[in-house]
T-cell receptor, first 111, second 110 residues
Framework: NAGVTQTPKFQVLKTGQSMTLQCAQD?????MSWYRQDPGMGLRLIHY???????DQGEVPNGYNVSRSTTEDFPLRLLSAAPSQTSVYFC??????????FGPGTRLTVL | RKEVEQDPGPFNVPEGATVAFNCTYS??????FFWYRQDCRKEPKLLMS???SGNEDGRFTAQLNRASQYISLLIRDSKLSDSATYLC???????????FGTGTRLKVLA
C-alpha cells in the first residue's frame, strides 16, 4: 500500500516554463488537495477535489490548474512558472472529513 | 486575523519536561480538529484527532474548548525525538477545506 505518491521530488524550472506535478493515491479517497508551504506561511490550499470530475479553488489558486479524471490521480499544472511559485508542494488525500494523508512533497525552484 | 493561530515558538525544553501548546480558531462552525507533526523537510503526519471529550495517546493529550475556541496539545516526559513542528488543523462544517496553523516548533534538549 503506497499511500500518497508525488513526482518529481525536486524540480528546477526557468521563468515561463510549464510543468505538471503528479499526485496519486491508492486508498480510494474521495477528497484530494494540493498545498504549498512557504517559510512562516504554513500550508496554504491551492486547489482541491471532492471526487472525480469535481475540483474547486483554494486560498491561492492563481497560476495553477488541476483536473481529476480518476479517483486515484490529481495532477497540478503550473501554466507559466514564476519565481513566486518557488515552494514545497504537498498533495494530500482523505476519506470525507477524516484524517488527511500527505505525499512526500515536491521541492520546486523557479529561476 | 488568521483563521487558525499558533505561537510559532520555538519552545526549547529539557528532556523529561512537560510542554503545552495552544491553538485558537476563529470560525465557530469549525467541526473537526487535528494535531499534525511535521519533521524538517518532511510531510505532515497525523499525531492525533481532537474530540470534544478530549483524548489521550500515551504521553500526548489533546483537549478542545469550544466555548473559548481553542485546542491544546500536552506532551509529557518529552523525548529528543519529539523535536518537530506541531501543526494545528481545523475543518469547518459544510466544507471540505482543512485550515492549517503555521505551526509551533518544539526543540527538546538533552
Amino acid at each position: 500500500n503506497a499511500g500518497v505518491t508525488q513526482t518529481p521530488k525536486f524540480q528546477v524550472l526557468k521563468t515561463g516554463q510549464s510543468m505538471t506535478l503528479q499526485c496519486a493515491q491508492d486508498m480510494n479517497h474521495e477528497y484530494m488537495s494540493w498545498y504549498r508551504q512557504d517559510p512562516g506561511m504554513g500550508l496554504r490550499l491551492i486547489h482541491y477535489s471532492v471526487g472525480a470530475g469535481i475540483t474547486d479553488q483554494g486560498e491561492v489558486p492563481n497560476g495553477y490548474n488541476v483536473s481529476r479524471s480518476t479517483t486515484e490521480d490529481f495532477p497540478l499544472r503550473l501554466l507559466s512558472a514564476a519565481p513566486s511559485q518557488t515552494s514545497v508542494y504537498f498533495c494530500a488525500s482523505s476519506a470525507r472529513r477524516d484524517t488527511q494523508y500527505f505525499g512526500p512533497g515536491t521541492r520546486l525552484t523557479v529561476l | 486575523r488568521k483563521e487558525v493561530e499558533q505561537d510559532p515558538g520555538p519552545f526549547n525544553v529539557p528532556e523529561g519536561a512537560t510542554v503545552a501548546f495552544n491553538c485558537t480558531y476563529s470560525n465557530s462552525a469549525s467541526q473537526s480538529f487535528f494535531w499534525y507533526r511535521q519533521d524538517c523537510r518532511k510531510e505532515p503526519k497525523l499525531l492525533m484527532s481532537v474530540y470534544s471529550s478530549g483524548n489521550e495517546d500515551g504521553r500526548f493529550t489533546a483537549q478542545l474548548n469550544r466555548a473559548s475556541q481553542y485546542i491544546s496539545l500536552l506532551i509529557r516526559d518529552s523525548k529528543l525525538s519529539d523535536s518537530a513542528t506541531y501543526l494545528c488543523v481545523v475543518n469547518n462544517l459544510g466544507t471540505y477545506k482543512y485550515i492549517f496553523g503555521t505551526g509551533t516548533r518544539l526543540k527538546v534538549l538533552a
